[in-house]
């Protein structure tokens, strides 16, 4: 995919209007950005999105290398190919930063969330939830006689629509991890 | 490793990185680092009158230098005052390291007296900065943030340092033991250089459009400039930070281009068909309205930060690269290909470009009565031509954009003037730093009465230091820039853009001990400029110039390059609705 696709010479609304010249259909793209784990790096990245007015649909940060102190922050946001292109550029530019990569171009991945539900009810709702949550391989972390906290993992697609089906069964309270994601095969 | 207190590891690390000069501003979170600085005599500290004076100082001597400058102030309102100066150098590319002091690491967080979040503050205002914890990390995170300031795209870093870290005692580390991941790569894609020279052996209409980073790449890189110009035979334009690397009396160069650029180099931007961008940022004072920007013209870009790439333009060929590393490359591979231009094409070329050059864009309406801004330019210019030591830096409006138009820049790092934050008050600090980094030069600062007042607390600075800094102020009584914004954009609706209640500029160098010349009539400008240029010691030069004069030409908001302005005749309901809301 080539993220340069421009259209040329088209209008604009207003002068400083700099998208149309580009290509302006919205992609969604994951991002694994490496950094030095130190203090104040989360809030340069996000620092980065706000003051230059990208999007973040979910960030999530972990140390993944103890001696070498790094951590990986993997972000889903959307924009325009450019300002994808932008988004990468202006983040490997932070200087705690090692690596970024456009998960989304760089090949096939995998990406997986964990979410937490907490469901209420009696009688039919619980054997319905309980149904439910077999079906979407949910495990019961927690249960009382009025309520369960089921943990599933999977896409954002997947919790999405497994809390479709639970929010009329009586969803009361779920947290969700956002994306962590890898390459698939061996690179 | 030598153990030293963290005061003095600054003062031997600032030797280490071969720092002669620091601007600075004392106060109580810096206290053992000044006690150091009194205990030595390698490093030269300048008290200025106000840290942002510090700041536009350091940034005047890196410019000037291409070292890294240095600037050293207090925790809480010494560190907010360094703000503006630092988001300057930061939208300029300027390396600068800024030293501050904070509270105590133990103090930390429980709003403490001065107590300020610097880091914080500064995040988006520096290339990166660091709140450094422990004495055994200092001296490895002062070398850091030097190679951080210098390396790559340069910029203004600031190290904060708690009190309770500059008097324990650590490990000092040297500049060879830095260890940093941070390395761009300077040398540009094999097969970018290709297709560019590819494009440039068919180019009919070619222009190069040079910006900051060949004066950031350093003065080898204005020589290769220089000699891929005249090899090729292709025009050069520049935009306001790129003055100076390639020189104004070259019959290659174009002028300035962009907003109140030359309309030569405008229209050559506009009707080009190979358009090679070195070092610049396709700023919104260079396109104007994007969508109209140079139609036809095949783009190379040449830059260090892979995101200035696509940025704003989009890009046929780009390259990522040091603007030194890169013209290198290109300079070999268009002579093995046997050096190679469309030469007929070009004289054609050269021949519409020359009917441009005869609009005389410059042109204004002389006048014996009054000392037209543009005339005392002309006139400044005439009178130090011939110096190769002198150094030119502005304030920012309409005097910022005439010094840039009338004056002529021979060498790179010669010029100074705050381009992309446009700081009011950038001037005279700046000045100041350039005088201390060649003392011996004539530095004058070209400004606005406005402009001047914002920092004008370092007259006492200047004859502290007998720095002789000339201070040429062309005085219109009005914020001349915002005056003619409103002429254009406003009906003539002159809100707030008077200079009242202005001081007497003559008495106001006396009271300082310094001189003050003050001229009125076209007829004296000479005399009076040659009087400041022989007075040994820093002068405030008041021209009063005519009121309303405005800069042209102009491409006013939301316009394309081949709809500029030339003169006042043609400015009557040019600016619409759309274009007024930009600034
Ligand atoms: C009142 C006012 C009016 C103005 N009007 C005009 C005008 O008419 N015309 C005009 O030109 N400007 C004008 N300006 C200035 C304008 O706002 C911008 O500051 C300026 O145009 C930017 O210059 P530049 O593109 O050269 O970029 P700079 O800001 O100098 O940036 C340098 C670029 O080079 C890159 N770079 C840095 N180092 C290297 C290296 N070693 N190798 C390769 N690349 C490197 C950087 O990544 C960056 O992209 C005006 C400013 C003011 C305040
Ligand atoms: C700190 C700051 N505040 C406001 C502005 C907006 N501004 C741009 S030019 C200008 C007027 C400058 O007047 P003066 O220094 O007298 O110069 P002139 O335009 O008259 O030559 C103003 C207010 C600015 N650039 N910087």
Known sequence: ?187 | MAQMTGAKMVVQALKDQGVDVVFGYPGGAVLPIYDEIFQQNGIRHILVRHEQGAVHAAEGYARSTGKVGVALVTSGPGATNAVTGLTDALMDSIPIVVFTGQVPTFMIGSDAFQEADTVGITRPCTKHNWLVKETDALAHTIHEAFHVARSGRPGPVLVDIPKDVQFATGAYTTPRQMKSHYQPAVKGAIEGITDLVAAMEKAKKPVFYTGGGVINSGPAASQLLRELVEATGFPITSTLMGLGAYPASGDKWLGMLGMHGLYEANMAMHDCDLMINIGARFDDRITGRIDAFSPKSKKAHIDIDPSSINKVIQTDIPIVGDVGHVLEDILKVWKARGRKTDKEALASWWARIDGWRKVDCLSYTPSEKTIKPQYALERLEALTRDRTDRFICTEVGQHQMWAAQFMGFEEPNHWMTSGGLGTMGYGFPASIGVQLAHPEALVINVAGEASWLMNMQEMGTAVQYRLPVKQFILNNERLGMVRQWQELLHGERYSSSWSEALPDFVKLAEAFGAKGILCTDPADLDDAILEMLTHDGPVIFDCLVEKHENCFPMIPSGKAHNEMLLGAAETQGVIDAKGSVLV
């Open chain 1, 1 to 187: 995919m080539s993220p340069l696709k421009i259209k040329k010479g088209s209008t604009s609304h207003s002068a400083y209007n700099l998208r149309p010249t580009f290509s302006d259909t919205q992609e969604r793209h994951t991002l694994a950005v490496l950094v030095e784990n130190e203090p104040g790096v989360l809030a340069r990245v996000i620092g980065l999105f706000s003051g230059r007015g990208y999007n973040i649909e979910s960030l999530t940060v972990a140390e993944v290398d103890h001696t070498g102190h790094t951590s990986r922050i993997t972000i889903v946001t959307t924009g325009t190919p450019q300002v994808i292109n932008q988004i990468t550029a202006q983040l490997g530019r932070i200087v705690s930063v090692h690596e970024v990569h456009d998960l989304t171009v760089e090949g096939r991945s995998v990406e997986r969330e964990l979410a937490l539900f907490k469901v209420t009810g009696r009688g039919e709702d619980r054997v319905e939830a309980l149904r439910l949550a077999d079906v979407f391989r949910a495990n019961v972390v927690d249960s009382t006689l009025e309520s369960f906290v089921f943990e599933i993992t999977g896409t954002p697609e997947k919790i999405d629509a497994f809390a479709d089906l639970m929010r009329p069964i009586g969803l009361v309270e779920m947290a969700r991890t956002g994306v962590a994601a890898l390459s698939r095969g061996a690179a």
